[in-house]
């Protein structure tokens, strides 16, 4: 399990040295998912991340840890790393035998999935959150309550109960787990958040396109959606607005988006559409604040004298409006 990182003195002692709390909060988190074939046949895999960054990959028929971050490997010596590898191949091995013990007799139906998320969050206000979370089969299973100091099913069924009891008994793992969520993770965060900022800062600007999804049928007076499209920004927060006649549209039935979606090159997209009564005689536009753009913003008009067609890439207007808050802040820890 990577109980074994928790264990280990030497990762502790290395990170006593604490740069300042971050001005974003920031979450380090451990995934681990096993994958129980049979009795005989288990595949691990591990990773770690920073925010959204993924900074550590384990592949566990080695244990070898990659690192994919060019500062992925600071904090601890060669030795340190191989020794730590050591030690979760060893637990691995115990956690996946523990495991199929419990399966054989509880009748567990091969095969199945476990997931952990094991980490601390550090929200700007100086606190921290940790976390440990174990799903089963993609639901949750059974989490530790870090300030109660006790594993706690999220489910009812009697293997979770079981389970419960069982990691309950071992009041030692939940003091060790305590400090490392308490302490160590929260160390660990800072010490790589120190290391890691220029990737932790990178500033991708923002693409934007505004284009027309005609109505469903031609002819037909329904309302045209008008359609924004921006791409290829980082960090994730953004902001993105209509404005009709140069006012901005307020949240309501016109309004539609997709969330932000992650692109495949670690950046970001997002669309942003908004429905308008036919031949109006308004003027629209689409407005994008992000922390790369340095305080100004993107304005991207709608051609009305083009009418419903597809790719209308317009200008870029800056210094127009002031940027959202978060993007101050990220822009003024930039500069710091
Ligand atoms: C964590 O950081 C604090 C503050 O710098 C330090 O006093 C403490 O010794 C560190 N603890 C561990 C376990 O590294
Ligand atoms: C266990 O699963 C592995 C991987 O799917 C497979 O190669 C192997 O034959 C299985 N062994 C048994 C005893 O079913
Ligand atoms: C293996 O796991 C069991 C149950 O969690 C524990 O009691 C035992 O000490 C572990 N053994 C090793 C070598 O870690
Ligand atoms: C710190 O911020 C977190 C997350 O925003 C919040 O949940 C928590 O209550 C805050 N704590 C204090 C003491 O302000
Ligand atoms: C919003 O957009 C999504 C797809 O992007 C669509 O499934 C959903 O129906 C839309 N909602 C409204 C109210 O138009």
Not at 27 to 42: D, G, K
Not at 176 to 196: D, E
Not at 205 to 230: D, I, K, N, Q
Request: aromatic share 8%; net charge positive; glycine share 10%.
């Amino acid at each position: 399990m990577l109980l074994a990182l928790l264990l280990l003195p030497w990762a502790w002692g290395a990170l006593a040295a604490s740069p300042p709390v971050p001005t974003a909060s920031v979450t380090l988190r451990l995934l681990q998912i096993n994958v129980f074939h049979n009795a005989s046949s288990t595949d691990t895999q591990g990773m770690a991340l920073l925010g959204d960054l993924e900074t550590h990959s384990m592949d566990c028929s080695t244990c070898e840890i990659r690192f994919l971050q060019p500062w992925a490997q600071q904090g601890l010596t060669p030795k340190q790393w191989q020794d730590l590898e050591l030690v979760i191949h060893r637990d691995l091995f115990n956690f996946s035998r523990t495991v199929t013990e419990i399966a054989q007799h509880h009748g567990g139906g091969y095969p199945f999935v476990t997931q952990f998320s094991i980490g601390c969050e550090l929200p700007p206000n100086g606190t921290s959150r940790g976390f440990y979370d174990v799903g089963v089969n993609g639901e949750d299973f059974i989490s530790f309550d870090v300030d109660g100091g006790k594993w706690v099913t999220r489910q009812r069924d009697k293997l979770a109960l079981y389970a419960q009891d069982l990691l309950n008994q071992d009041k030692g793992a939940a003091r060790v787990i305590q400090f490392f969520l308490r302490i160590t993770c929260v160390n660990l965060t800072k010490s790589f958040v120190q290391h890691g900022k220029e990737s932790l800062e990178r500033q991708e600007r923002p693409v934007a396109v505004v284009f027309a999804r005609a109505p469903p049928s031609a002819g037909t007076p329904a309302p045209v959606l008008l359609v924004c499209r921006v791409t290829g920004f980082y960090p994730r927060p953004v902001r993105v607005a209509w404005l009709q006649d140069g006012e901005e549209v307020g949240p309501g039935g016109r309004l539609n988006s997709s969330g932000i979606l992650p692109n495949a090159d670690l950046t970001y997209q997002l669309r942003s559409s908004l429905a308008v009564g036919p031949g109006a005689g308004h003027s629209y536009a689409c407005r994008v604040q992000h922390s790369s753009l340095g305080g100004r913003s993107l304005l991207i008009p709608w051609e009305q004298s083009r009418p419903w067609g597809p790719g209308l890439a317009v200008g870029i207007t800056l210094g127009v409006v002031a940027v959202a808050a978060v993007a101050v802040v990220l822009w003024r820890s930039r500069r710091r």
